[in-house]
């Protein structure tokens, strides 16, 4: 099982649609979770840290499942600028001070007129 | 303004040469790291440093060197070792806490021919 796979995509959908991403993640031990957003060409920016208990900002929310050992990100009302690669990273502390962050591929999403 | 700055954004270089790719940030983060983004793939893991004078290898190290001689400052040294340097680099700093969020600098484009 990968560290870290996230659907591979990629997700073309009309404007105002809902879109639904996954990732899931082999490392119980894992400690953090965020998602981010990479436009093309462009570095990762951070969109969101997720929460035990959910978390909400604007149009996206973020859940995360121990138990199940997933992530999930949900964009409402998709605009033409969410168009992106959202990429789901898992952290883990890999003993005292040193914590590794792994990367999945990420999700291309394309938002259509 | 507080950020990571890489520096040049694109860099060509024959087979054989050594160069070094530049980091600096401005956020006082103690933690460092380098990765190597490839066409469809997730962001590999070159090196990372959690405080200053110390690094270690990532998942990818061979062919590449650093140095962490200022908080400041992780320049990337891509040697003639590595077998296929042509990437998109990618830095990132991070401040040791529970969460423990990354943030990117804008990347260099090395293209070896």
């Known amino acids: 099982r990968k560290e870290v796979e996230q659907d591979p995509g990629p997700f073309n959908v009309p404007e105002g649609a809902t879109v639904a991403f996954n990732c899931t993640y082999s490392?119980?031990?894992?400690?953090?979770f965020f998602w981010y957003r990479q436009d093309c060409r462009k570095e990762p920016k951070l969109l969101m840290s997720?929460?035990?208990s959910g978390n909400e900002d604007g149009r996206f929310t973020a859940q995360l499942n121990r138990a199940s050992q997933y992530i999930s990100l949900l964009i409402r009302d998709s605009k033409l600028s969410d168009s992106a690669t959202y990429l789901c990273?898992?952290?883990?502390?890999?003993?005292?001070?040193?914590?590794?962050?792994?990367f999945g591929k990420g999700t291309l999403l394309t938002v259509n007129p | 303004d507080g950020g990571i700055t890489q520096s040049p954004k694109y860099l060509f270089r024959k087979e054989g040469q050594n160069v070094t790719l530049s980091c600096e940030q401005n956020?006082?983060?103690?933690?460092m790291y380098w990765y190597r983004q490839d066409p469809g793939q997730g962001l590999r893991l070159i090196y990372y440093?959690?405080?200053?004078?110390?690094?270690q290898k990532g998942d990818i190290a061979e062919g590449y060197s650093v140095s962490r001689e200022k908080k400041e400052s992780f320049p990337l040294t891509v040697t003639s070792a590595q077998k296929n340097p042509t990437a998109f680099y990618l830095c990132?700093?991070?401040?040791?806490?529970?969460?423990?969020?990354?943030?990117f600098g804008p990347g260099t484009r090395l293209t070896v021919t």
């Open positions: 990273v898992v952290t883990f502390n890999s003993g005292g001070s040193n914590y590794k962050l792994t």
């Open positions: 990132a700093s991070a401040q040791q806490g529970d969460l423990y969020e990354q943030y």
């Open positions: 490392n119980s031990a894992s400690q953090s």
């Open positions: 440093s959690q405080i200053v004078n110390d690094f």
């Open positions: 956020l006082n983060h103690d933690a």
């Open positions: 997720v929460y035990s």
